[in-house]
C-alpha cells in the first residue's frame, strides 16, 4: 500500500488546528478565566441577601452585568460587612446608594434593588485559574448623552 505523504502531512496540520479550538482536557479540569475585564464597570443590583455565620454580619449584593459581544449575563457577588464606623466600605457605599441612609438606622433593603451602579473589577487568581471581582462600588451610574444615544 503506497502512502501519499503530503496528503497525510496536510491532514495532520488539519487536525492540529482543530484541536487547538477545542477544549478537551484529559486527566486535567478546564481553567477559569474571567468574563469582566480589568476596569470599570456598569452593572445592575439584582438581590440582595441578609447572611449571618457565627463569624461574622454581611450584606451581600447580586450585581448582574451584560455582555453585549456575547449576548449574555454574568452575575457577581459583593460583601458588605455591617459597620457604623463613618468611613467604612458599607457606610461609604450605602450614602452612595441610598439618599437618606443613616448608619446603624434600618432600611429597607429593597431600595437596592434594580439600582445600575458603577464598580471597579479587579481578577483575582483561584485554584482553579482566576475569576472577576469586584473590588469598589463606586455609587449609583450617571448616564451620559452617548449612551442616550445608543
Given at each position: 500500500m503506497k ?5 497525510l502531512?496536510?491532514?495532520a496540520?488539519?487536525?492540529?488546528k482543530?484541536?487547538?479550538?477545542c ?55 459583593k460583601?458588605?460587612?455591617?459597620s457604623?464606623?463613618i ?5 461609604m ?7 437618606n ?13 434594580g ?13 482553579n485559574g482566576?475569576?472577576?471581582?469586584i473590588?469598589?462600588?463606586y455609587?449609583?451610574?450617571e ?8
Amino acid at each position: 500500500m503506497k502512502t501519499n505523504l503530503m496528503e497525510l502531512y496536510k491532514i495532520a496540520q488539519q487536525v492540529k488546528k482543530e484541536a487547538e479550538s477545542c477544549n478537551i482536557m484529559i486527566g486535567e479540569f478546564l481553567k477559569s478565566k474571567p468574563h469582566l475585564p480589568v476596569g470599570t464597570a456598569t452593572g445592575t443590583i439584582t438581590n440582595v441577601e441578609d447572611v449571618k455565620t457565627e463569624r461574622a454580619h454581611f450584606m451581600r449584593l447580586h450585581i448582574a452585568f451584560y455582555l453585549k459581544e456575547q449576548n449574555r449575563q454574568i452575575n457577581i457577588k459583593k460583601a458588605l460587612f455591617y459597620s457604623t464606623a463613618i468611613n467604612s466600605e458599607y457606610v461609604m457605599t450605602m450614602r452612595e446608594l441610598l439618599d437618606n441612609f443613616v448608619p446603624g438606622e434600618p432600611f429597607n433593603k429593597s431600595n437596592l434593588i434594580g439600582k445600575i451602579i458603577d464598580v471597579e473589577i479587579e481578577h483575582k487568581a483561584v485554584d482553579n485559574g482566576e475569576i472577576a471581582v469586584i473590588n469598589k462600588i463606586y455609587g449609583k451610574h450617571e448616564e451620559t448623552i452617548e449612551e442616550f444615544a445608543m
